[in-house]
């Protein structure tokens, strides 16, 4: 199966906001996120092609080239975004994969997603923490109450 290869230019006019968390848009950051080394993509460093999608969608899907794949040259990472049927919002998407990606190869355990799940897993923690203390506080009650007066 052959597919049709385009490479587009990013035109100047087009700015994306490259050096902002790639997750801020889906939830809003605590302040202990430190966003200071997040990468930024330079679109001299970016190849940006659009594929035909496929799946699910007919011709709708079948006859737009709507699948962004981006490539970033320095680092040879390749994202491929086919979310939805607007080449704007997989241009979009495939950057803030890019970003979190490369984000996570240069920052490891200091990168922002690894950061978001430290901050997760201290919340669950601390809720897994309060439930017990909670359990606790009605199970004393409970002795306080009924245990005292069954034996008289």
């Not at 998407?93 to 997760?120: M, P, T």
Request: charged content about 30%; some cysteine.
């Amino acid at each position: 199966m052959h597919r049709l290869l385009r490479t587009v230019l990013v035109e100047p006019t087009v700015s994306f906001k490259a050096a902002s968390s790639p997750l801020a848009l889906s939830r809003p950051l605590s302040k202990g996120i430190d966003e200071s080394r997040v990468p930024v993509l330079r679109d001299e460093d970016l190849e940006e092609s659009f594929v035909r999608g496929s799946g699910p969608g007919g011709q709708a899907v079948a006859k737009t080239n709507n699948k962004v794949v981006l490539t970033h040259k320095p680092t040879g990472i390749v994202v491929q975004c086919h979310t939805t049927r607007s080449l704007f919002e997989n241009r979009r998407e495939a950057r803030k994969l890019l970003i979190a990606k490369l984000d996570h190869l240069y920052n490891g355990d200091q990168s922002v997603e690894a950061q978001l799940q430290r901050l997760e897993a201290k919340k669950q923690s601390e809720t897994a923490r309060r439930k017990q203390k909670l359990q606790a506080k009605k199970r004393a009650w409970k002795e306080r109450e009924f245990g005292d007066s069954g034996e008289g």
